[in-house]
T-cell receptor
């Protein structure tokens, strides 16, 4: 079993839809959880960063961590065509002193 | 100008050739990383370095070597390129104890 599992998609939704992206993980020691967004032909960039369990909101984006289920989610409200990208989850048991473990990424297309 | 610069951005080479991918950064971060990205396999860590005197193997270091010439420079070498090293390569930096990676724009390598 891979440490981090992420459905690769592709996921296609209409503009304005609520998008839910998810990752599961097996290592209960993970404490730091991140979502990176990668546009085509670009490097990934950090979108959301959470520590331990709970929710974090930033504009249209909400990151949710459920450590009891080893499950993290990224919700995008009122999705826009500009949200079309690949979304990668990443996690670590310390704040970067050991390398991040990445999911394989989910490709999202938001159709106008 | 980009904070993390990779050269070359695109390279086509032949089996058996020696290839060097270079990365330089102006962010002042001590930690630098080399990843490769393949469709369906996500980001995989090749090597990382926490400072000039520190080099660590990642998940897939076989067939690769690195050199940390200065705090700002981290190069990746393929001593004898083979076709399954065809991939998109990313350099990244990280400030200490943050977990946030800053990626370059990628170097696309094709080995024929």
């Amino acid at each position: 079993q891979k440490e981090v599992e992420q459905d690769p998609g592709p996921l296609s939704v209409p503009e304005g839809a609520i998008v839910s992206l998810n990752c599961t993980y097996s290592n209960s020691a993970f404490q730091y959880f991140m979502w990176y967004r990668q546009y085509s032909r670009k490097g990934p960039e950090l979108l959301m960063y959470t520590y331990s369990s709970g929710n974090k909101e930033d504009g249209r984006f909400t990151a949710q961590v459920d450590k009891s289920s080893k499950y993290i989610s990224l919700f995008i409200r009122d999705s826009q065509p500009s949200d079309s990208a690949t979304y990668l989850c990443a996690m670590s048991w310390n704040s970067g002193n050991t390398p991040l473990v990445f999911g394989k990424g989910t490709r999202l297309s938001v159709i106008a | 100008d980009a904070d993390v610069t990779q050269t070359p951005r695109n390279r086509i080479t032949k089996t058996g050739k020696r290839i060097m991918l270079e990365c330089s950064q102006t962010k002042g971060h001590d930690r630098m990383y080399w990843y490769r990205q393949d469709p369906g396999l996500g980001l995989r860590l090749i090597y990382y370095s926490f400072d000039v005197k520190d080099i660590n193997k990642g998940e897939i270091s076989d067939g690769y070597s690195v050199s940390r010439q200065a705090q700002a420079k981290f190069s990746l070498s393929l001593e004898s390129a083979i076709p399954n090293q065809t991939a998109l390569y990313f350099c990244a930096t990280m400030p200490a104890n943050t977990g946030e990676l800053f990626f370059g724009e990628g170097s696309r390598l094709t080995v024929l």
